[in-house]
C-alpha cells in the first residue's frame, strides 16, 4: 500500500511537531549543563529553526523512500 502525498506531510508535521516539544524541553533541562543561557523565547526560536529543516527533511526522505518503493 502507498501513501499519498497528503498523508506523507501530516506525518511528517505531526512527528516534527512532537519534536519541537520534545526539543525545546530538552534545551531548557540540557543547555545549563554547558553553561548556555537561552530565554523561552530564544529556545522557542531556536527549535522552530531546526524544526523547519526537520519537516523538509522528514517530508524529501519519505517521499523519496515511496519512490524507491514503486521501483
Keep these: 500500500m502507498t501513501q499519498s ?18 526539543a525545546v524541553a530538552t534545551q531548557i533541562v540540557v543547555f545549563p549543563w554547558f553553561g548556555l543561557q537561552a530565554s523561552l523565547g530564544e529556545n522557542l526560536a531556536l527549535g522552530g529553526v531546526f524544526t523547519g529543516i526537520s519537516l523538509l527533511r522528514s517530508y524529501a526522505l519519505r517521499r523519496l523512500f515511496e519512490a524507491a518503493q514503486r521501483r
Excluded at 502525498?5 to 520534545?22: D, K, Q
Aim: charged share 15%.
Design 5 to 22: 502525498r497528503r498523508m506523507s506531510l501530516i506525518e511528517a508535521i505531526t512527528n516534527v511537531a512532537v519534536g519541537y516539544m520534545l
